[in-house]
Antibody, heavy 116, light 107 residues
C-alpha cells in the first residue's frame, strides 16, 4: 500500500522560506514521478511542479525562480522549497505522485500559513 | 499555459441521478486528461486518467470520454458518497493545469 505523508512547519513568516518534506512508503520513489500541488483556502488546485524518475524537476512558470523540488532516494523522501513567501502562498500543500501523467497517490495535505 | 474550463461550476442533483461534467482545454491535449474527486478537508482522489481509463478501485458508475479539447465525466447513478468537488487536469504539457472545479451538491 502506497502512502505519502507531508511534514514541515505550519507557519512561515513573510519573505522567509517554506520547506516541506514528503515521506513515501510502499514504493521506491526512484521508480516514479512525484509532484507538489497546493490549494489556497476555499480555492482550486495549483500544480507547483514535479521531479521525474530521472531526477529532473519541472516547475510552474508562475513559481519558477522561487521553487525547488528535490528527492532523497536513500530516505525515500522528496521535498519542496519555496523562497520569499508572501501571504499569497498560504495554502494546503499536497504531495502526490506515481505515474508520469497522473497522481495516483496523495498525501493528506498540510496547511501552511504565511504570517508574521 | 493551457487553460482548463469546467462546466458547470456547481451542480445540484439527487441520489440516483445521472450527471455529466464537462472540461474544455484551451488547446488540444490529446487524451492527457485526468479527473479527480475531492471531499471537504480531504486530498483529491484519482478517478479517471488518460481521459477514459478507470483508476483501480473506482466504481464503474464513473466514466470519462473525450479527446482533443473536449472531455466529459459522467456518473451514471449518483450515490450519497459522490457529492464532492470534481477537478479535471491536463497533463499534455507542463504546467499541468487544473480546471476550477465543479461542486456537486445535494438537491
Amino acid at each position: 500500500q502506497v502512502q505519502l505523508q507531508e511534514s514541515g512547519p505550519g507557519l512561515v513568516k513573510p519573505s522567509e522560506t517554506l520547506s516541506l518534506t514528503c515521506t513515501v512508503t510502499g514504493v521506491s520513489i526512484g521508480s516514479y514521478h512525484w509532484s507538489w500541488i497546493r490549494q489556497p483556502p476555499g480555492k482550486g488546485l495549483e500544480w507547483i511542479g514535479y521531479i521525474s524518475v530521472s531526477g529532473s524537476p519541472d516547475y510552474s512558470p508562475s513559481l519558477r525562480g522561487r521553487v525547488t523540488i528535490s528527492a532523497d532516494t536513500s530516505k525515500n523522501q522528496f521535498s519542496l522549497r519555496l523562497d520569499s513567501v508572501t501571504a499569497a502562498d498560504t495554502a494546503v500543500y499536497f504531495c502526490a505522485g506515481r505515474g508520469q501523467r497522473q497522481c495516483d497517490n496523495w498525501g493528506q495535505g498540510i496547511l501552511v500559513a504565511v504570517s508574521s | 499555459d493551457i487553460q482548463m474550463t469546467q462546466s458547470p461550476s456547481s451542480l445540484s442533483a439527487s441520489v440516483g441521478d445521472r450527471v455529466t461534467i464537462t472540461c474544455r482545454a484551451s488547446q488540444t491535449i490529446g487524451s492527457f486528461l485526468n479527473w479527480y474527486q475531492q471531499h471537504p478537508g480531504k486530498a483529491p482522489k484519482l478517478l479517471i486518467f488518460a481521459a477514459s481509463a478507470l483508476q483501480s478501485g473506482v466504481p464503474s458508475r464513473f466514466s470519462g470520454t473525450g479527446s482533443g479539447t473536449d472531455f466529459t465525466l459522467t456518473i451514471s447513478s449518483l450515490r450519497p458518497e459522490d457529492f464532492a468537488t470534481y477537478f479535471c487536469q491536463q497533463t499534455n504539457r507542463t504546467p499541468y493545469t487544473f480546471g476550477q472545479g465543479t461542486s456537486l451538491e445535494v438537491k
